[in-house]
């Protein structure tokens, strides 16, 4: 009984020291500064070289190196991370007037600000996504109902975006694109309509699921291998796709916990 008492005593203490440990990480998820026109739900873009933009971002950025972030991880090719090196190693504060990307109007503004060496490249880009096939086996399985909402989906993403820019601001779309109806929305998809997708004996739609969990698991790899132990808070910028996955990851994981950018602009 002794022996019992003493492993509760030391697993009490343990979960406890755990949860004092938690690393921070500030989960940013934004919708493409560039946009190149690639996602399936297609979205105008916002103008975020614009003063009052520019204005926002410096705010936006100036309160994240407050928060001071010990790395910042973006979405960047792990795999040519020498060429992330390289970009970050020449690129000035002019370049803030140039180029409208996200990873430099808030990640490599960030890290300037704060003096680091580098950004962390986490993107994995062998992972599929074959949406048209996805829409090609609805229609072999005769899943019109499906394919009807499947682009009615779609349709809604771009037209709600697109209403968004008309009248939020820079800052206001950002804490929207992180805010829980956004994630709900960027999950709901992929299991609500997609993993349906096919006959009973074509996986399409669970595979086109699969994959990009898959996508999503293995960037949130290299966030837990990438993060030392001396780091205690931690930037991750991504679009929000990703991020609203990461979430789901970051729950069960008991290293870490996530600081919303609401409460680091408020």
Do not use: C
């Not at 705010?59 to 190196?65: D, Q, V, Y």
């Not at 929207?176 to 299991?191: A, G, I, Q």
């Amino acid at each position: 009984m002794q022996k019992i008492i003493l492993l509760l005593v030391l697993f009490t203490l343990n979960t406890a020291s755990a949860q004092t440990k938690k690393k921070q990480i500030l989960l940013i998820g934004t919708f493409h500064f560039e946009n190149p026109g690639l996602d399936v739900a297609k979205v105008n873009t916002f103008n975020v070289m614009s003063e009052k933009s520019q204005k926002e971002l410096e705010n936006i950025t100036n309160k994240i190196k407050a928060f001071g972030p010990d790395k910042i991880f973006v979405e960047w090719n792990y795999e040519k991370q020498n060429n992330l090196d390289k970009f970050y190693a020449k690129n000035t504060d002019s370049l803030l007037h140039k180029d409208a990307d996200e990873i430099v109007q808030l990640a490599l503004r960030v890290a300037k600000k704060l003096g680091h060496q580098k950004l962390y490249g986490i993107d994995y880009h062998h992972a599929n996504f074959p949406y048209d096939s996805l829409t090609k086996g609805m229609k072999q399985a005769n899943q019109l109902d499906l394919l009807k909402s499947n682009d009615e989906t779609m349709a809604y993403y771009s037209n709600s975006f697109n209403e968004k820019i008309k009248k939020y601001s820079l800052t206001e779309l950002l804490i929207d694109s992180n805010s829980k109806e956004s994630n709900n929305k960027n999950v709901e998809w992929y299991l609500g309509t997609a993993n349906k997708a096919g006959k009973t004996d074509n996986f399409v739609g669970a595979y086109l699921v699969s994959e990009w969990y898959r996508r999503n698991l293995y960037m949130y790899a290299l966030i837990q291998k990438l993060t030392e132990s001396k780091d205690d808070k931690i930037m991750v910028l991504l679009g929000a796709g990703h991020t609203a996955m990461m979430r789901e990851f970051i729950k069960y994981d008991p290293n870490f916990e996530i600081v919303e950018l609401a409460a680091i602009v408020k």
